[in-house]
């Protein structure tokens, strides 16, 4: 059974940092790219970071562009991703999602999804 879990939400104030992390299990994800994704309440989910499997292409939303962090260690199944500058907007639901292939940022190529971690962002 595959499992995708993240960790490392909690609440932060407007400036501050956090690392998410995702563990994956349940199968061997050679090949799969892994992205990040996330919802605030009342919005579509959204893209916001991916990274290939060899970790050399990395794709952002401009949104999170020069603030947001992604890498993965193939060795430990995991995927983080460093948050910095956190605004407000920035607080959301965020997920960590796997598709077999290149990074890209549709919601629809992705076929496994954890069940998300809370990132609350004070001003």
């Known amino acids: 059974q595959v499992q995708l879990v993240e960790s490392g939400g909690g609440l932060v104030q407007a400036g501050g940092s956090l690392r998410l992390s995702c563990a994956a299990s349940?199968?061997?994800?050679?090949?799969?790219?892994m992205g990040w994704f996330r919802q605030a309440p009342g919005k579509e989910r959204e893209f916001v970071a991916a990274i290939s499997w060899s970790g050399g292409s990395t794709y952002y939303a401009d949104s999170v562009k020069g603030r947001f962090t992604i890498s993965r260690d193939n060795a430990k199944n995991t995927v983080d991703l460093q948050m910095n500058s956190l605004k407000p907007e920035d607080a959301a639901v965020y997920y960590c999602?796997?598709?077999?292939?290149?990074?890209?940022?549709?919601?629809?190529?992705?076929?496994?999804w954890g069940q998300g971690t809370q990132v609350t962002v004070s001003s």
């Open positions: 349940g199968r061997t994800f050679n090949g799969y790219c």
């Open positions: 999602a796997a598709a077999l292939g290149l990074p890209r940022p549709f919601r629809s190529a992705y076929e496994y």
